[in-house]
């Protein structure tokens, strides 16, 4: 069972049943009892086991299976593959992460007869890593996955919010690791977060449309669309501004939208960063987090006479990097210590640290919010690090951190 073979067998199959067909393989090849793939839904706080494409009831929210506490929430968190004894004379659980460059995308779960050997180990090791890439592939043809990570039906101003949203949550390269999150409000609020890897930088924006429901929707459309634009057409950070600004100004109907943009160079680290009336992010250097105070510009579409100015962010390898939205320091969300989350956090992948901080402020608001609340979360690593071993997370180019390659699992 190749690599090579499973991507070739899934490729063969319709969309919706590539997943079958690599469980059916490994069923036969492992002489597993059963297989199965379960997704992550859109939070990261609960998963959904993906049934036969046959049996995929569409009509109704998906069933979900909460993390918290689980050991599916260890293998997500830990991005290390368990295997379990489920008793005397019983079948051998194994549960390995389904993760492509930092995005946990689910979990492949099968039943062994026996205890599974090293070879065993690294074929389930390998599909795991296979599965994510098949799920790349296909969530563009077919709607099966996007359901799976739905497990409440989305409003139409939540549905607009989350196409706006990057298709994956997180990446991780070799000089950073980026993860968002975002938690809708009841009425949704406007909230967005975008990045993109060129050859030479990494962009960020995280973004809030005034209003709520349909109308933020609309508006935060309009301003990730400028942005995406003048991104692609090269444009610098300050023309990025403009043309966003000129955006929201000329077809906004008098709204306007808050945000924070942000380069960074991959060749020689230097940073950039406009501020459009935006919250300040934070900043944890050394175990400790201050807020980091630029100059702040009016926000994008504001109708008074203004420009951008593009400032300099002093980001030191080891940083990590909070940038939020106010929902995250609005009503009952104020009594809870952001630095001291985020501290506590700081040993977490960015993406389980973002899926943290949301946790908390939806925890203090007893689950429901008055705004979205939004979380992008950059370990800078530096440009020290060129390369990273696709299969274990370590870096290539610096071999400094011997504890993640002892962490190496597939798919990571």
Not at 223 to 244: H, I, N, T
Not at 307 to 316: A, C, I, T
Request: charged share 25%.
């Amino acid at each position: 069972m190749t690599l090579a073979g499973t991507l070739a067998a899934a490729e063969a199959a319709a969309p919706v049943e590539s997943l079958d067909v690599v469980a059916r393989m490994l069923k036969e090849h492992l002489g597993a009892a059963s297989v199965s793939f379960l997704i992550t839904d859109f939070t990261g706080s609960s998963v959904v086991r993906m049934g036969a494409a046959g049996s995929v009831e569409t009509d109704e929210p998906a069933r979900r299976i909460m993390l918290r506490g689980t050991l599916y929430d260890d293998v997500i968190r830990t991005q290390r593959p368990s295997v379990e004894d489920t008793g005397e004379g019983a079948l051998v659980r194994i549960v390995a992460p389904v993760t492509n460059r930092g995005d946990a995308i689910g979990l492949l779960e099968l039943f062994l007869p026996v205890a599974p050997d090293a070879e065993v180990m690294r074929e389930v090791g390998e599909t795991a890593h296979a599965l994510a890439y098949i799920v790349i592939a296909n969530r563009s043809f077919t709607d099966v996955y996007q359901w799976g990570r739905r497990t409440v039906p989305l409003s139409l101003a939540a549905e607009i919010q989350h196409r706006l949203l990057p298709v994956s949550l997180a990446c991780e390269a070799a000089q950073f690791a980026v993860a968002g999150a975002l938690e809708p409000a009841d009425h949704v609020g406007g909230d967005t977060f975008d990045y993109v890897v060129d050859r030479d930088t990494v962009q960020l924006s995280v973004t809030d449309a005034m209003g709520h429901d349909v109308d933020a929707a609309l508006l935060a459309t309009l301003l990730v669309g400028a942005l995406r634009r003048a991104r692609r057409a090269g444009a610098d950070l300050a023309e990025q501004g403009r043309q966003a600004d000129q955006a929201v100004r000329e077809h906004g109907r008098h709204g306007f939208v808050t945000g924070q943009l942000l380069r960074i160079s991959l060749i020689d680290g230097t940073t950039e960063f406009i501020n459009a009336g935006h919250p300040w992010p934070l900043l944890m250097r050394d175990g400790q987090v201050r807020e980091i105070t630029p100059k702040i510009d009016a926000p994008f579409g504001f109708h008074a006479p203004h420009g951008y100015r593009v400032q300099s962010l002093d980001l030191r390898p080891g940083d990590r990097l909070v940038m939020l939205t106010d929902g995250m320091l609005e009503r009952n969300a104020h009594s809870l210590d952001l630095s001291d989350r985020i501290v506590r956090t700081r040993a977490l992948h960015p993406r389980e640290a973002a899926r943290t901080l949301i946790a908390a402020v939806l925890d203090a608001n007893h689950g429901h919010l008055q705004d979205d609340a939004t979380v992008m979360c950059l370990d800078w690593r530096g440009v020290g690090h060129s390369r990273r071993d696709a299969d274990t997370g370590a870096d290539l180019a610096g071999a400094s951190a011997p504890s993640r390659t002892q962490r190496a699992t597939p798919g990571r």
